[in-house]
């Protein structure tokens, strides 16, 4: 069964239209995440399904019901901001408490509901504190168990992590994924970081410019990229593209030419026929390029930049003969120092192809 289904989903400002004809089912009990850069719709979008955004066009289902016009408090969704948005003159008990004291729930009910959601989020002993006693991952749990004790049928999060420092994230990414293993809840969750959405999500809706580009499970969009977008915005490092052209065509395979190894031709598996001739583009992730020469690989010149050092794995950006950026992964000891000429090798068993216009070649 659906948890959220968006059929041709549409959001329009005056002439200006940001949200493009969108089509997205979410299962029951499924932790999605939109991801993109700053601007692309993602937050748009999630006001839309949470009802505090009007739908231009289409139609929103959240368990099968067409919400797309009913008020934001009757769809039965919870939604986590940026900013907390708690109460600075009540406890961490009344922040929690405070949408079934509005309802008038009964005080036995608030009780069981409040402890319970602070059991799971390890807040039972700061239930009597105020926000301004809390830490930043605290006071965003105290803003999820708000959520929680409502006992939506979807959580909605709107880039809930971005104020936190670097470990906090890492260390709120962990609680999260642990709170939807333990409710099982449908969990709709925003960020523009990709390391966030890897992390987290049982499927990833990549966003670009109010469209959506890919949809899928984290890895199958690492490894089966439909653009050079998706290629380039999953992964960190992010994929390496190189300019080619195509020497030839036919039988699921394209011959190519590197414009920084020409002479060198080399064959990728695709399906398309394409013009001998035409320029196309490589993609290389940085694992799959070595230092040195290595049998069977296609041999690049380059020059060392700099390094990224993190211990036992580097990031070395270069750059080649034509000016083109890329970034090798370099494990054990080996580390060229800056200026360095170096000697590539490209793994053309991990390389993808895509057209002039981005599109991927299969």
Request: overall charge neutral; some cysteine; proline content about 4%.
């Amino acid at each position: 069964m659906s948890g959220i289904k968006l059929t041709g989903v549409s959001k329009s400002f005056g002439a200006v239209k940001v949200i493009h004809d969108v089509d997205i089912e979410i299962e029951q009990g499924e932790f999605a995440v939109f991801v993109g850069p700053s601007g692309c719709g993602k937050s748009t979008l999630l006001r839309m399904i949470a009802g505090l955004e009007e739908t231009t066009g289409g139609e929103i289902r959240i368990n099968a019901e067409d919400v797309t016009r009913r008020e934001a408090s009757k769809r039965g969704v919870a939604m986590v901001f940026q900013s907390y948005a708690l109460y600075p003159h009540l406890s961490v008990f009344d922040n929690m408490a405070f949408s079934l004291s509005i309802a008038r729930r009964p005080k036995a009910e608030i009780e069981a509901k409040v402890r319970a959601a602070a059991d799971i989020l390890r807040l039972t002993d700061y239930l009597n504190h105020k926000p301004s006693q809390l830490s930043g991952g605290q006071r965003q749990r105290v803003a999820i168990g708000r959520a929680i004790v409502r006992e939506p049928r979807v959580f909605l999060f709107d880039e809930p992590l971005s104020n936190l420092d670097a470990e906090l994230r890492v260390k709120m990414r962990m609680e999260i994924a642990r709170l939807h293993r333990q409710i099982g809840a449908t969990m709709v969750y925003v960020t523009h970081d990709q390391v966030e959405a890897m992390t987290l999500a049982d499927k990833i809706v990549v966003l670009k410019s109010g469209v959506v580009q890919q949809v899928g499970a984290p890895l199958e969009l690492y490894r089966n990229p439909d653009n050079m977008f998706v290629a380039g915005f999953i992964g960190s490092p992010s994929m390496n593209f190189l300019k080619a052209r195509v020497a030839s065509s036919g039988a699921g395979r394209l011959a190519v030419d590197l414009k920084d190894a020409p002479g060198v031709p080399f064959e990728i598996a695709a399906g398309a026929n394409v013009p001998t001739g035409e320029e196309i583009f490589v993609g290389v992730r940085p694992e799959h390029v070595t230092l040195g020469d290595r049998e069977g690989g296609v041999p690049l010149n380059a020059t060392a930049e700099f390094i990224e050092e993190l211990g036992g794995t580097g990031y070395l950006h270069v750059l080649t003969a034509t000016g083109e950026e890329m970034i090798v992964e370099c494990r054990g000891d080996e580390r060229p120092h800056a200026k360095q000429a170096i000697r590539l090798t490209l793994n053309a068993g991990e390389m993808f192809a895509f057209s002039g216009q981005g599109e991927r070649l299969r």
